[in-house]
């Protein structure tokens, strides 16, 4: 599925690089999302933006940083990251948020993200 | 709140054997109930979805899902595995707006030749 495009697949960056993850979609969607997915644990849901608004921010450390300049657009800025913060990255999007309009989230294929 | 349960979080199955991956759900409103496929570093497909149509839903690559109101249940089949079906699967449930997406933990699915 090409709807939700995520650039750059691969990403290795050192502790104190600043690098961003880039998300479009293609679809009309008005509610974009980002997830981190670690090996051995559940999807974890870490931003959401419905109309290019900030709705949710999932007690994440400050060292993420999300920008939505349109609702067809998503940035995850990234500085001094952890190793932990290794770990796959994915964008979605969805008609509505949290699927009023009966409508599933599309997913990007992620960045694989790995921090030295 | 919702919440959803996979209730294996291994599954494995020889090739042309039927697949069953289980899958529960709260819910305070009358969910969308969602499934989807993960194969290693890509990102999740969706295979099929309910939202109070029939309740017997076929999705993509011969996947089927039942919903079961008395069972809060969602559990997807397939008649006959095949090796590509290899591959995580989330159970996912909607219910309202302004509440996020709810995801299962995952189910990995084997096939053995």
């Known amino acids: 599925e090409t709807g939700v495009t995520q650039t750059p697949r691969h990403l290795v960056m050192g502790m104190t690089n600043k690098k961003s993850l880039k998300c479009e979609q293609h679809?009309?969607?008005?509610?974009m999302y980002w997830y981190k997915q670690s090996a051995k644990k559940p999807l974890e849901l870490m931003f959401v933006y419905n109309f290019k608004e900030q709705t949710e921010n999932n007690s994440v450390p400050s060292r993420f940083s999300p920008e939505c300049p349109n609702s067809s657009h998503l940035f995850l800025h990234l500085h001094t990251l952890q190793p932990e913060d290794s770990a796959l990255y994915l964008c979605?999007?969805?008609?509505?948020?949290?699927?009023?309009?009966?409508?599933?989230?599309?997913f990007g294929d992620g960045t694989r993200l790995s921090i030295l | 709140a919702q919440s959803v349960t996979q209730l294996d979080s291994h599954v494995s199955v020889s090739e042309g054997t039927p697949v069953l991956l289980r899958c529960n759900y709260s819910?305070?409103?009358?969910?969308?109930l969602f499934w989807y496929v993960q194969h290693p570093n890509k990102g999740l497909q969706l295979l099929l979805k309910?939202?109070?149509?029939?309740?017997l839903v076929k999705g993509i690559n011969g996947f089927e899902a039942e919903f079961k109101k008395s069972e809060t249940s969602f559990h997807l089949t397939k008649p006959s595995a095949h090796m590509s079906d290899a591959a995580e699967y989330f159970c996912v449930v909607s219910a309202r707006y302004g509440q996020n997406f709810v995801f299962g933990p995952g189910t990995r699915l084997s096939v053995l030749p």
């Open positions: 679809l009309g969607h008005n509610a």
């Open positions: 979605a999007s969805s008609q509505d948020w949290g699927g009023a309009s009966n409508q599933p989230q599309h």
């Open positions: 819910s305070s409103y009358s969910p969308s």
């Open positions: 309910y939202t109070s149509a029939a309740t």
